[in-house]
């Protein structure tokens, strides 16, 4: 009987450990199919749950990019998130101006949070090819091991990323990302980041001030779901959930050598 009960508990301490696992979710890159001169209006969809838009529109040496998640699927995960676009410029310089909450839009799960989206977002020139299409440029709200701090719109026209600012730790992908039409945290089921961080409903706008640019010089648009180029990797076990494993797994053996041994 004490044996039973013994391997009774060290199950439920395997079980324990594996529930403790952080939960991992599907990133999707879609590529975007893309229409008109000026504007220029690209969209993506999976033909399911995920469809999003990006719009570029030049007046000028101004670049304005709005960015909008166009799914009337209620978002569950943070896999649904809309954190990123992704973009060639064959010639022509761009310098990041301003990122926003486009008129008409929200901030969901929040009251009286911060809308300055400078903070938040980043935008990158130099990507090096390290797109997930191989592109060169990119507006995220997510890191990928792409952006960080340094890259926010805040930091690139001469604000402080340092401790205690609004960008320090941005972008990182949980909070300020973009989900649905229609987004509920009630309807979000299992609790998670996407149904407990600010998010926007569900447009923001970006400006650039360009030079020696056309909107005919843009090319491989990519929009990107989720907060990792790639699928995730399985998670890395938290130290408690390693030691919750490790001792179901001592006790099952412990139990079945005295089984054994007896």
Request: charged content about 5%; proline content about 5%; hydrophobic content about 35%.
């Amino acid at each position: 009987m004490k044996i039973k009960t013994f391997v009774a508990v060290a199950v439920l301490a395997v079980a324990a450990a594996l529930l403790m696992s952080p939960p991992t979710y599907a990133q999707t890159s879609i590529n975007a199919t893309c229409s008109g001169t000026s504007p220029v209006t690209c969209t993506a969809t999976n033909g399911s749950n995920l469809s999003g838009q990006v719009v570029f529109s030049l007046s000028g040496s101004t670049l304005t990019v709005k960015f909008t998640n166009t799914s009337t699927t209620q978002l569950t995960n943070p896999g649904q998130l809309l954190t990123a676009v992704f973009f060639n410029v064959s010639s022509g310089s761009l310098a990041a101006g301003s990122a926003a909450l486009t008129g008409g839009s929200t901030l969901a799960n929040c009251s009286g949070c911060d809308t300055n989206l400078n903070d938040k977002w980043a935008f990158s020139g130099a990507l090096a090819g390290q797109g997930p299409n191989g592109q060169n440029f990119g507006v995220a709200s997510a890191g990928f091991g792409l952006f960080g701090p340094n890259n926010t719109f805040t930091a690139l026209n001469g604000g402080s990323c340092g401790n205690g600012t609004g960008c320090q730790g941005e972008p990182d992908g949980g909070g300020y990302s973009l989900v649905n039409v229609g987004y509920t945290s009630a309807g979000c089921g299992s609790p998670n980041e996407a149904c407990t961080a600010p998010e926007i409903v569900n447009s923001a706008t970006f400006t650039f001030t360009v030079s020696g640019f056309s909107l005919s010089n843009i090319s491989n648009v990519t929009l990107q779901w989720g907060t990792s180029v790639t699928s995730s990797a399985p998670p890395v076990p938290e130290p408690g959930t390693l030691v919750l494993f490790g001792s179901g797994l001592i006790g099952i053996a412990g139990a079945i050598r005295r089984r054994f041994l007896s």
